[in-house]
C-alpha cells in the first residue's frame, strides 16, 4: 500500500486512494501562535485515524514554527471529506485559513 501525501497545495483536491493506504496531512502551524489546526470534517467510517503531531522546523529556537501532521489509514471504500480549520479555539472570529479534500475509495 502507498503514503498519500498532502499538503496546502492540495486544498480543495479531489483524490483517489485504495483500502489499505495512508493518507498523510501535512500543514504549516505555528503553535506558540495558540493557531492550531483541527479537524472539522473527519471522512469517519472511511478514513481511521493514526496520529496527531507536531513536528518542529529545523530549529529549536523559541516560538519556531513547524508542521501539524495527521496520518488516517484509508480503511473503506466510498467517498469522503476531511476537513480542517486554522483558529485559535478560544476566540470566536472565523478562522484564519482552512483546508479541505474530497477522498474517493476504491
Keep these: 500500500m502507498a503514503d498519500i501525501l498532502v499538503g496546502e497545495g492540495h486544498n480543495g483536491a479531489a483524490l ?3 483500502r489499505g493506504d495512508t493518507l498523510v ?11 492550531r489546526w483541527t479537524v472539522t470534517q473527519s471522512a469517519a467510517g472511511v ?8 513536528e518542529a522546523a529545523g530549529t529549536m529556537a523559541p516560538g519556531a514554527g513547524g508542521a501539524r501532521v495527521l496520518r488516517y489509514r484509508v480503511s473503506a471504500s466510498g467517498e469522503a471529506s476531511l476537513a480542517l480549520q486554522l483558529a485559535r479555539p478560544w476566540e470566536a472570529n472565523a478562522p484564519r485559513s482552512n483546508f479541505q479534500v474530497r477522498l474517493s475509495v476504491q
Design 16 to 18: 483517489s486512494a485504495r
Design 47 to 54: 478514513l481511521q485515524p493514526l496520529s496527531d503531531d507536531f
Design 25 to 35: 496531512v501535512r500543514l504549516a502551524e505555528n503553535p506558540t501562535t495558540g493557531f
